[in-house]
């Protein structure tokens, strides 16, 4: 089984920063690409970062230059670094790994930025 279990969560100001990460376990980690989305009341969940297993990232237009994505196929872990944080950046963040023709999702983290 597939497990993603995400941690760093938690309240900034605008302008702040926090650090998500997430730890895979159930698959071979340094083979899959990892995805981080989030999900703010009334929106739908968006694609906010995601990095291969070589390591090339993406970004979402949204947080391009204020977040980044990173993994260590070492621990199974992959994070995201968020940097000069908006109140629009407010949401439930998410863990994602396609694999096995299934996508899995971890429980989410909690993002609140507000002054």
């Known amino acids: 089984q597939v497990y993603l279990v995400e941690s760093g969560g938690g309240s900034a100001q605008p302008g702040g920063s926090l650090r998500l990460s997430c730890r895979a376990s159930g698959i071979n980690f340094r083979l899959y690409t990892m995805n981080w989305y989030r999900q703010g009341t009334g929106t739908q969940r968006e694609l906010v970062a995601n990095?291969?297993?070589?390591?090339?990232?993406s970004y979402a237009d949204s947080v391009k230059g204020r977040f980044t994505i990173s993994r260590d196929n070492v621990r199974n872990t992959v994070s995201l670094q968020l940097n000069s944080l908006e109140p629009e950046d407010t949401a439930t963040y998410y863990c994602?790994?396609?694999?096995?023709?299934?996508?899995?999702w971890g429980r989410g983290t909690q993002v609140t930025v507000s002054s």
């Open positions: 994602n790994v396609q694999a096995r023709g299934s996508s899995f």
């Open positions: 990095i291969t297993g070589g390591g090339s990232r």
